[in-house]
């Protein structure tokens, strides 16, 4: 899948947030990058997505001032998992969300509560 639709897919992924979410974030840049570095993936797994910041959560009264936190999403590892059309915009979709809820401070329980894992 070349760069143009991958990242059409992840906007619509973001396009598709409820609106509880959309409401809450908060000073956040997503970005699509082909390949993580050995910084954002040090064990060589080949990850998906990452979240860089600091999460809603973890935030207190004196965050002001700083950059946006960013979300990654990987075009090389999708792609590697030689998906079909419709399996990969879902596995997309599925890493989006994933991120989205680091930045809201939401563990892995809730995120299988909401459906995002």
Do not use: C
Not at 15 to 21: K, T
């Amino acid at each position: 899948m070349n760069r143009r639709r991958f990242e059409k897919i992840v906007d619509e992924a973001l396009d598709s947030l409820p609106e509880w979410v959309v409401e809450q974030v908060d000073n956040l840049h997503v970005v699509v990058e082909d390949w993580p570095t050995r910084e954002q993936d040090p064990d060589g797994e080949g990850v998906l997505g990452i979240y860089e910041g600091v999460s809603l959560a973890d935030r207190g009264v004196d965050y002001y001032g700083f950059a946006p936190d960013r979300i990654v999403i990987f075009r090389g590892p999708h792609a590697e998992l030689a998906l079909s059309t419709d399996e990969l915009r879902d596995e997309i979709r599925r890493t989006v969300l994933h991120e989205v809820a680091h930045h809201l401070g939401i563990d892995d329980d809730r995120l299988h509560q909401l459906g995002w894992d």
